[in-house]
């Protein structure tokens, strides 16, 4: 079992370190906002791992990761936005529907920004919330501001990750990626159950009142 470990994880290098593998991170990052099925953060991750062995530039890994991730959140709040009256009109149709809507509204006035930068830690979350913000129609500048902040955030986290774990374990690629994987599933953990105690004491200052 731990050589096809070891065997898989040779692959993996040996196709991460070739220079199109810029080009792969960019095109996953944009396709990931859009279908969150497509797995951007592990591919940037091995980017990162790569340019800490030496074999990719971590500068163009982030760039690549930020582009991508930037354009593709754009793509996705300019669907949300062509669908708009379609949604609204269908959601506002029952009282619920309406009260739902008025809440994601809310919730993007609110905390709109950091919404944003924490859904790029969310899977799916990304693409859920960007929509949201073109089908209610947030203002374009503000989304693009923002936008540019979670793609940079979310890109150098993912980046460094793994370019410190290719630093750290330069001779053992397996431990390398292992590593860098395991604080990314451990970080995505912590998002989670602070996004869920937030929203728990959220209800329950609702619920006070």
């Known amino acids: 079992m731990l050589t096809v ?3 898989f994880f040779e692959w993996l290098k040996e ?3 070739s220079p199109w593998f810029y080009l792969i991170i960019f095109a996953v990052a944009v396709f990931d906002s859009i279908l969150p099925i497509v797995p951007s953060e592990t591919l940037v991750i091995i980017g990162g791992v790569s340019a800490g062995s030496g074999s990719l530039s971590i500068a163009l890994v982030i760039v690549c990761a930020a582009s991508g991730a930037f354009i593709g959140d754009n ?3 300019l669907i949300g936005r062509e669908a708009s009256d ?4 269908r959601r506002t149709r029952t009282e619920r529907g309406a009260k739902q809507m008025a809440n994601i509204v809310e919730q993007i006035h609110d905390r709109g920004g950091m919404l944003l930068i924490t859904a790029r830690f969310i899977p799916g979350g990304r693409t859920l919330l960007t929509l949201s913000c073109g089908v209610t129609r947030q203002p374009r500048k503000w989304f ?3 936008a540019v902040v979670a793609a940079s955030v979310w890109s150098l986290y993912a980046s ?3 370019f410190i774990g290719g630093k ?3 001779d053992n690629h397996t431990k390398a990626f292992l590593i860098a994987f395991a604080g990314a599933f451990g970080a995505t953990i912590i998002v989670e159950v602070f996004r869920a105690i937030s929203h728990s004491l959220k209800r329950q200052s609702q619920i006070s009142k």
């Open 5 to 7: 470990v070891n065997t």
């Open 15 to 17: 196709s991460s370190a």
């Open 75 to 77: 793509l996705s709040y």
């Open 86 to 89: 379609w949604v609204i009109k």
């Open 144 to 146: 693009i501001g923002w």
């Open 160 to 162: 460094l990750l793994g």
């Open 168 to 170: 750290s374990f330069a």
